[in-house]
């Protein structure tokens, strides 16, 4: 094509027809730069194309990452709601460990006392993401805004609080391991029993705030579902 171009300028010059020669180069050169943006054009589309189908498949997997999260968080919440009744019961009702109620505390205590859990994120969508820098690419600066409040924010500090949840269950359960295998013994006496009570409520304490951070979680969790759905 190219050679094709150039035998018609050789053949304008060497008739003499600058004229029409120099209008031809101007109509080859329009030629030209319409090729190049209609390349240029068909270029763009694909790209949106693909960034726009990326953008649906990371909301697809953020999608489903984050209704795994609710239910985890559900869970943890299930699991930490007889504890937090326990508590309130054993330390409002039963003020002292004596024959007439030890059975009761001791069904207590061993509710108190079942395995903990405490939530970790499914983040490997939103990692992916950060890590090639596509977030920055998505169109929708909104959900995307909101994705990363929730992982480097909300998330991030669920975690921190986690571990602390963590650590102090760790020591209630290690400090009281015995009474957790064998149960309340009838001769506990007060003073044990107000210690019991006191590195109960430190580990209750924090757990009750974890659980407020939890459901505040979740509904942020479900702003975002409704933004993607």
């Known amino acids: 094509m190219i050679k094709f171009f150039r035998k018609i300028r050789q053949n304008l010059l060497s008739e003499g027809k600058t004229g029409k020669y120099l209008k031809y180069a101007i109509g080859e050169i329009v030629l030209v730069v319409i090729g190049i943006l209609i390349a240029l054009s068909i270029n763009n589309w694909n790209l949106n194309r693909k960034q726009n189908y990326a953008e649906k498949e990371f909301l697809q997997g953020i999608k489903t990452d984050l209704k795994k ?90 975690i921190d609080n986690g571990k602390i949840s963590d650590v102090r269950w760790d020591y209630l359960s290690r400090r009281y391991n015995h009474e957790r295998r064998v149960g309340i013994q009838e001769n506990m006496s007060d003073s044990q029993h107000s210690e019991l009570l006191d590195n109960m409520y430190h580990h209750f304490v924090h757990m009750r705030w974890y659980q407020n951070q939890l459901t505040d979680a979740k509904r942020e969790i479900d702003k975002i579902l409704e933004k993607i759905e």
């Open 69 to 158: 999260d609710k239910e985890y968080i559900d869970l943890v919440i299930q699991l930490q709601e007889p504890k937090l009744d326990v508590f309130d019961l054993l330390n409002s009702e039963f003020p002292k460990f004596d024959n007439e109620n030890v059975t009761a505390i001791d069904s207590l205590f061993k509710i108190y006392f079942t395995s903990q859990r405490t939530f970790y994120p499914i983040s490997g969508s939103f990692q992916s993401a950060i890590a090639g820098n596509e977030i920055n690419s998505y169109k929708d600066k909104d959900i995307t805004g909101s994705l990363i409040k929730l992982y480097n924010t909300t998330y991030a500090r669920l």
